[in-house]
């Protein structure tokens, strides 16, 4: 039986983070960075930027604990300097009155919350969807046209993802799946292996196939995945009450915790 804990927040934490830095790190790879990727250090906090890249999840900052008020000043200085404004991502107990005042003076409000989820790994029903693991190129183009339709890229960008992901395939504890329904490919999801933990990434759905049970039907094949290959716990994250969230509680997941997001006024 899991019980919370600061430890065990942690190890779910510190999971999605490196997912992201592993992402951040294929597009800084590229040549020139032409993304504008930073990542930096901050006591307990890190801090993620993607200047050339919108999305919240590459620009945000992790792991901030009262510990780190003092340097909220030079943690957001160095945000400016890359042309970023950031979420910044505070967990239970990384939160006391100082650091909230703080937040407030640098003119930061919480915005939203944000769902943890666990799980220790257990064999479960497969459902009848044929859903194949991604090992080709060929399959990898089928999986990133779904995985962009899926989260709703525009169009005239998807050439320019395709080279951010394509580093995907073949990348050490990546797993990537592709479901299929008559043939077409339909949904997507990502199983990340970081040591004996697994993490539920990046579960997406064409628009054409949505409420077809596709989103329930990876998460029950990672589950399997991740007992096979030897993971002992899971973790994921959602929009809280999101279906996302409901489906994976349906799968046996519970809530760990839910993160604040703190946003510039």
Known sequence: MLVTTKALVERAMQLDLAYAIQRMGLIAARPGNPFGIAIQ????????????????????????????????????????AQGVSPRIEIRPGSLDAALADALARAGFRQTGFHASLVAQTTATPALDDVIRPVETPAIM???????????????????????????????????????????????TAILFLDGEVGYLADACVHPAYRGRRLHAALLAHRQNEAVRLGAGLLCGQADFASTSHRNMERSGLRLLHTQSEWLAK
């Open 41 to 80: 250090d901050f006591g307990q906090a890190t801090a993620l930027a993607a200047s050339q890249l919108p999305s919240p999840r590459f620009n945000r900052l992790v792991g901030l604990t009262p510990d780190e008020a003092l340097l909220l000043p030079d943690i957001l200085a160095w945000f400016a």
């Open 141 to 187: 183009d089928e999986f990133l046209d779904t995985y962009l339709a899926g989260w709703g890229f525009p169009s005239a960008i998807h050439e320019g993802a395709k080279g951010n992901m394509r580093g995907w395939l073949g990348l050490p504890g990546w797993h990537l799946y592709l479901a299929q329904i008559d043939g077409r490919p339909a949904a």
